[in-house]
């Protein structure tokens, strides 16, 4: 069983919900709407990092880009063993808080 963080988690299905513009700032931005929360860039860039690692996430380089000087950024995406673990997560967490809805009676 492969398990995540929670951070690494929502990060992978905030990669997917960018699709082809997922780079360090925008995943920080839409985790920021999602969740309300704010993240510092070492709180994104550290499990980025690990999730590359892992073979979960792939970093490419984009094209230059003027607001950054003309310097590319990296952009990432999910790979197929990313949404493996992934689907692999949804149905432990779906398995856990079934008995645990019953018994609260939401």
């Known amino acids: 069983m492969n398990l995540l963080s929670r951070a690494e988690e929502i990060i992978l299905l905030s990669i997917i919900r960018l699709e082809n513009d997922a780079y360090g700032i925008s ?6 709407r999602a969740a309300g929360a704010e ?11 690990r999730l590359t690692r892992k073979g979960y996430v792939r970093k490419s380089q ?12 990296w952009l990432y995406s999910v790979t197929p063993e990313g949404k493996d673990v992934l689907a692999e997560l949804r149905r ?3 398995r856990l808080s079934q008995p645990a809805v019953k018994k609260a009676g939401w």
């Open 39 to 49: 993240w510092s860039l070492a709180q994104i860039y550290d499990p980025l990092d």
């Open 27 to 32: 995943i920080r931005e839409f985790i920021r």
């Open 92 to 94: 432990i967490h779906i």
């Open 62 to 73: 984009g094209p230059p880009s003027p607001e950054r000087g003309g310097r590319p950024k």
